[in-house]
């Protein structure tokens, strides 16, 4: 597919909510967290390249550039999708607790982004196609090719208030349900948000199009934060102001935000301007959407000075480029090129070029002034409808979304079982058993739902029945595993019990004879890299993990950055020394 011109930014955050995995983020960082077998970082990146975009960049922390720089030389995954090669950027001044919105005020951040942008989080599995809700962006909200802001040898291009005024270059962002769905998870966070319809489109949309999930968002904030604004007020208060500018506003609570972003470049003025916008989702998305319809907040914003200043970059204010370059005089509005395009008269402000001759009196010199209000360019939500055939959106930012999630993926058929009339998922692997051989029989283990890397070996009488098992694993004599997910080099005893449960990499749940009744039973349990379940440990809804590394009462935003406190603790000894589980 053809570049659209877009950027993408993917951030690679430490991941604390997983942080039984991610406890040493220079050596494994959240991004290289495998999801049904390969990394998590994968799939934002296969889905920019399916839609054409090429220029990619993955920010990071300095700490854990050089574990992902090698992934992506090393990793077999990583180095089969197309070219180029995405760019790690990690900026010194980013740590594992800043905040989203500060990443952008970064000058080397800045620097690199010359356009609009999409800007996704490394934990997204997406199956709907980025095309569709590219299309539905460029339909609704783009301007010509550099019509919305950019940077180019000669210098900025000009934002320009004539397009924005024609209803264009706004944003979109996406939210998913979290109910209805069998990659559902318990307690999981959502958002709520508040959406106007937009007006019905003269010609009606082609059969497939997004555009009757597609409206304007009103209203964004985080249902913990609703709770909290209804518990003080014993009510959620709304301003008549929004009931007077949109006469139907459906709100939901069941959503999450995917964090899937489509924004023009002028957003990163937004984000230098307004200085306390911490986060992305919370503050642009938020104060964004209520400044379309809450009159003098536009101009609170800066939002006027983004618009009808000049774009900045980290050189400094450099003029609009096609002025300068001489191509362009003055400022053209390019909506009104349009042939289907109409605009009602408005006052226009004097110009320097207005000079009256001279034996006009001052006194009777006419002085014009403009008051215009500030349009401000609509934020728009695509928000998908449960549905059993929905394709899957959803992050993967905890231990339950990421077996969850693996465990979805793995029942998709495999490419070596699917007929050439049959179009595969584009997350489909190339067997859903790598390594046949490595099998002992007799055993059981159900292809349906499983999926078994290379170098898999599995003992005589073993049951693996909806699992997830990454390469070179080995899984014992008649051990039972239901609804696991394995990474990489775990190791499970003979006659061992594991159900709902993740194994970190290179970890060992040991086995035994089994006499007397004993048994290693584990009941949705995670266990840290490198660890040591003792044989006989009978366990449930337990972290197997060592005390180091990041800390729980770190404050790190679900993306990776700065906002949430895991709520996890690490619990008592158990007699053995270092190991920990909660």
């Given amino acids: 597919m053809p570049s659209p011109g877009f950027q993408a930014l993917i951030l690679c955050g430490p991941g604390v909510s997983l942080n039984t995995f991610t406890s040493n983020p220079k050596e494994f960082p959240k991004a290289l967290l495998p999801i049904a077998n390969r990394p998590m970082v994968w799939y934002p990146l296969d889905w920019c390249y399916r839609m054409g975009i090429t220029n990619i960049k993955l920010v990071t922390p300095p700490e854990s550039a050089p574990a992902l720089e090698a992934a992506l030389s090393q990793n077999p995954h990583l180095t089969s999708l197309p070219a180029p090669k995405p760019d790690v950027l990690a900026p010194p001044e980013l740590t594992q607790t800043t905040g989203t919105g500060d990443i952008f005020r970064f000058p080397s951040v800045r620097a690199a982004i010359t356009g609009d942008f999409v800007l996704l989080p490394c934990d997204l599995v997406c199956e709907l196609d980025g095309s569709s809700l590219l299309e539905t962006w460029l339909i609704h909200e783009a301007g010509l090719g550099g019509a919305s802001g950019g940077l180019l040898d000669f210098g900025v291009v000009k934002f320009g208030l004539g397009g924005e005024k024609s209803g264009r270059r706004g944003g979109l962002a996406v939210w998913y349900p979290t109910k209805g769905s069998e990659t559902g998870v318990k307690n999981e966070e959502t958002d709520f948000i508040a959406t106007t319809p937009l007006p019905v489109p003269i010609v009606t949309p082609p059969r497939g199009s997004l555009r009757s999930d597609i409206a304007k968002l009103v209203y964004a904030i985080p249902t913990d934060t609703l709770k909290d604004i209804t518990d003080e007020h014993k009510s959620f208060p709304i301003r008549h102001r929004l009931l007077r500018k949109h006469g139907r506003v459906k709100m939901q609570t069941t959503h999450r ?85 109409t605009s009602t008269a408005r006052p226009r402000p004097q110009r320097p070029s207005d000079v009256f001759a001279s034996r006009v009196p001052s006194l009777i010199t006419p002085t014009i002034t403009v008051n215009t209000p500030l349009t401000i360019p609509p934020i728009l939500a695509y928000v998908q409808q449960p549905s059993p055939s929905a394709p899957l959106i959803r992050r993967v930012d905890t231990a339950a979304a990421l077996l969850v999630t693996s465990l979805h993926l793995a029942k998709l058929p495999s490419l070596d079982s699917v007929d050439s009339r049959t179009t595969a998922s584009p997350f489909a692997h190339a067997s859903k058993i790598a390594y046949p051989d490595g099998i002992s029989r007799p055993s059981r283990v159900e292809t349906a739902d499983s999926l078994l890397a290379e170098n898999v070996t599995v003992g005589a009488k073993a049951n693996i029945k909806e699992c997830v098992i990454g390469a070179n694993c080995s899984i014992g004599i008649s051990a039972r595993l239901t609804r696991c997910l394995l990474m990489e080099g775990a190791v499970v005893g003979d006659g061992a019990q594991l159900t709902g449960c993740v194994l970190g990499r290179r970890c060992k749940v040991e086995g035994g004879e089994g006499g007397d009744g004993e048994r290693t039973k584990l009941v949705d349990c995670e266990v840290q890299e490198g660890n040591v379940v003792p044989w006989g440990t009978e366990a449930k809804n337990e972290k197997f993990m060592v005390f180091e590394g990041l800390e729980d009462d770190v404050e790190v935003e679900d993306d990776g950055y700065a906002a949430e406190a895991v709520d996890d603790q690490l619990g008592v000894e158990e007699g053995i020394e270092g190991l920990y589980h909660s």
């Fill in 257 to 341: 935000d995917a964090h899937i972003y489509f924004f023009p470049y002028w957003v990163l003025d937004m984000l230098k301007v307004n200085e306390s916008f911490d986060s992305v989702s919370e503050d642009v998305l938020g104060w964004w959407a209520k400044a379309g319809w809450q009159e003098g907040l536009g101009d609170k914003l800066g939002l006027r000075e983004v618009f009808e200043g000049t774009l900045s970059t980290p050189e400094g204010d450099i003029p609009d480029a096609l002025v300068s370059s001489g191509v362009l005089e003055e400022e053209v509005d390019v909506g009104s090129m349009s042939s289907t395009w």
